[in-house]
């Protein structure tokens, strides 16, 4: 009888196309990132037993923007599976970090932090993340600024009223 022995790097293949596999096949209805974009996401909502974590698998067109966005309750772990990115992302007194991704990378945002993630490449990026919290949570720019009263806008701003 003839075994097969796996290679390590099959093996973590294996495991890693089943993990994708499992976020898709569970996913909410796919979310449309404006601009060319797809965000899949499971959280304990979808798969009850995942009570301190949540996924999702981003997948960014050529040239299109993650828009900037903050997550309040949770960190962000990013494993770029394919394409390349560009993220920045926004920390305290005025400190902001910029890095340049591809695939097998790894990215990390600290809960709270503004940041945006956009596609440099010419094929699609796709990106697996996890949040250490079950239930997403994430406020998108453009959100927060509708939600406030066109004064306070105008004036932190300092816009023309018009």
């Not at 404006?34 to 040239?63: A, C, D």
């Not at 440099?120 to 949570?137: A, Q, W």
């Not at 998108?140 to 023309?160: E, R, Y």
Request: glycine share 10%; proline share 4%; hydrophobic share 40%.
């Amino acid at each position: 009888m003839k075994c097969h022995l796996w290679q390590q790097q099959d093996l973590k293949n294996l495991i890693f196309n089943l993990q994708v596999s499992i976020v898709i096949h569970c996913a909410q209805q796919p979310r449309i990132v404006p601009g060319g974009g797809l965000q899949r996401l499971v959280t304990s909502k979808e798969f009850p037993i995942s009570s301190t974590m949540s996924g999702s698998i981003l997948e960014l067109q050529p040239g299109a923007l993650r828009e900037m966005h903050w997550h309040p309750n949770a960190d962000e772990w990013q494993y770029f599976i394919s394409g390349q990115a560009e993220m920045s992302v926004f920390l305290a007194e005025s400190t902001i970090v910029t890095e340049q991704f591809k695939a097998g990378d790894v990215g990390y945002v600290p809960m709270g932090a503004g940041h945006y993630i956009k596609n440099t490449g010419n094929t699609v990026c796709k990106i697996l993340i996890g949040f250490n919290s079950g239930h997403y949570e994430s406020i998108d720019l453009s959100q927060w600024l509708a939600g406030n009263p066109k004064d306070v806008v105008v004036t932190n701003f300092g816009l023309k009223e018009g």
